[in-house]
């Protein structure tokens, strides 16, 4: 059974930057298209960013304005979104989800998401 573990959610400052990683065991997230959400009270989770199984197709969500992005080292097995520039509005939670796998034999789809990592940016 595959496990997502979120880490590197803390408090940060206005301005700042904070690096999220998601480590992936029990599948390979490189099969594996990537995603990272996020969620805060009162509204309704939201994409934030994606990276297909081959890493060639990523996206972002409008608000991101080019200070995340999202990486993946698939020798360790992990994955990444790097924030710049963080504002008050981007405290959440955040999470990672994998779903795949893609271009390998599987006997079925599988979808795992992470318990969630805390970002809070203070103004």
């Known amino acids: 059974q595959g496990q997502l573990v979120e880490s590197g959610g803390t408090l940060v400052e206005t301005g700042g930057s904070l690096t999220l990683s998601c480590t992936g065991s029990?599948?390979?997230?490189?099969?594996?298209?990537v995603k990272w959400y996020r969620q805060s009270p009162g509204k309704e989770r939201e994409l934030v960013a994606s990276m297909n199984a081959g890493g060639l197709r990523i996206n972002y969500g409008a608000f991101v304005r080019g200070r995340f992005t999202i990486s993946r080292d698939n020798d360790k097995n992990i994955l990444y979104l790097q924030m710049n520039n963080l504002e008050p509005e981007d405290t959440g939670k955040y999470y990672c989800?994998?779903?795949?796998?893609?271009?390998?034999?599987?006997?079925?789809?599988?979808?795992?998401w992470g318990q969630g990592t805390q970002v809070t940016v203070s103004s």
């Open positions: 989800n994998a779903d795949g796998p893609f271009g390998v034999a599987a006997p079925r789809h599988y979808e795992y």
């Open positions: 029990g599948f390979s997230l490189s099969s594996y298209a």
